[in-house]
T-cell receptor, first 113, second 112 residues
Framework: NAGVTQTPKFRILKIGQSMTLQCTQDMNHNYMYWYRQDPGMGLKLIYYSVGAGITDKGEVPNGYNVSRSTTEDFPLRLELAAPSQTSVYFC????????????FGPGTRLLVL | AQSVSQHNHHVILSEAASLELGCNYSYGGTVNLFWYVQYPGQHLQLLLKYFSGDPLVKGIKGFEAEFIKSKFSFNLRKPSVQWSDTAEYFCAVRGSNYQLIWGAGTKLIIKP
C-alpha cells in the first residue's frame, strides 16, 4: 500500500493563479481531510469528506474548493491564490470519523508570491 | 472555542535525558486525545491515543502519556530519549464535533 499520496511536493504560485492539489489514498477509507499548517501553528481543517459525493467545510474553508467523485481521490482547488494561502497542506484519511486515527500524506508546500 | 496548547515550541535535550512535553486543552466534555509525530522527511503518524479506560497510555517507541481530566492535560513522556526521537510532536483533541483540534507542535532536538 502506498497509503496517502500527495502531488506536487512543492509549488510556487503567483497571486491570482489557480491550482489543484492532488490527494489519493489506496486504503479504501471513507473519510478524507485537507489541513493547512502555517508556521508556528497547529493544523487547521479546511474541508473534509465522509464518502464519495459528500464534502463539508472545516474551520478555514474560504478560498478553497473540494470534490470527491471517487473513494480514492480528494483534490483541493485554489481558485485565486493569495499570499495568505502560503502554507503546508496535508491530506489525511481515516476508516471512520469518530474514533479512528488519521493517516497522512507527505504534504505539499505552497508559496504564493 | 476548543483549543489545544503545547507549552514548548522547541525543546533540546541530550541523549538519555527524560522528556515531558505538555499538552492542555480547553474542552470540558468527553474527549479523544492523540499525540502524533513527524520524523524528519516522514509523514505525520500516530504515536499514541486515549479514548477511555486507563488514563496512562503507552505508545510506540517507549512513549507514554497520562490523561489528567481535572487538569485538562495529556502530557507526553519518555524516560530516556534517543537521538532518533528528534522530530516534531503534535497533540490533538477530538471534541464535540468530531473534528481534530491541533496544538502548534513541539520541535524536539536530541543531541547525540
Amino acid at each position: 500500500n502506498a497509503g496517502v499520496t500527495q502531488t506536487p511536493k512543492f509549488r510556487i504560485l503567483k497571486i491570482g493563479q489557480s491550482m489543484t492539489l492532488q490527494c489519493t489514498q489506496d486504503m479504501n477509507h471513507n473519510y478524507m481531510y485537507w489541513y493547512r499548517q502555517d508556521p508556528g501553528m497547529g493544523l487547521k481543517l479546511i474541508y473534509y469528506s465522509v464518502g464519495a459525493g459528500i464534502t463539508d467545510k472545516g474551520e478555514v474553508p474560504n478560498g478553497y474548493n473540494v470534490s470527491r467523485s471517487t473513494t480514492e481521490d480528494f483534490p483541493l482547488r485554489l481558485e485565486l491564490a493569495a499570499p495568505s494561502q502560503t502554507s503546508v497542506y496535508f491530506c489525511a484519511s481515516s476508516p471512520r470519523l469518530a474514533q479512528d486515527i488519521q493517516y497522512f500524506g507527505p504534504g505539499t508546500r505552497l508559496l504564493v508570491l | 472555542a476548543q483549543s489545544v496548547s503545547q507549552h514548548n515550541h522547541h525543546v533540546i535535550l541530550s541523549e538519555a535525558a527524560s522528556l515531558e512535553l505538555g499538552c492542555n486543552y480547553s474542552y470540558g466534555g468527553t474527549v479523544n486525545l492523540f499525540w502524533y509525530v513527524q520524523y524528519p522527511g516522514q509523514h505525520l503518524q500516530l504515536l499514541l491515543k486515549y479514548f477511555s479506560g486507563d488514563p496512562l497510555v503507552k505508545g510506540i517507541k517507549g512513549f507514554e502519556a497520562e490523561f489528567i481530566k481535572s487538569k485538562f492535560s495529556f502530557n507526553l513522556r519518555k524516560p530516556s530519549v534517543q537521538w532518533s526521537d528528534t522530530a516534531e510532536y503534535f497533540c490533538a483533541v477530538r471534541g464535540s464535533n468530531y473534528q481534530l483540534i491541533w496544538g502548534a507542535g513541539t520541535k524536539l532536538i536530541i543531541k547525540p
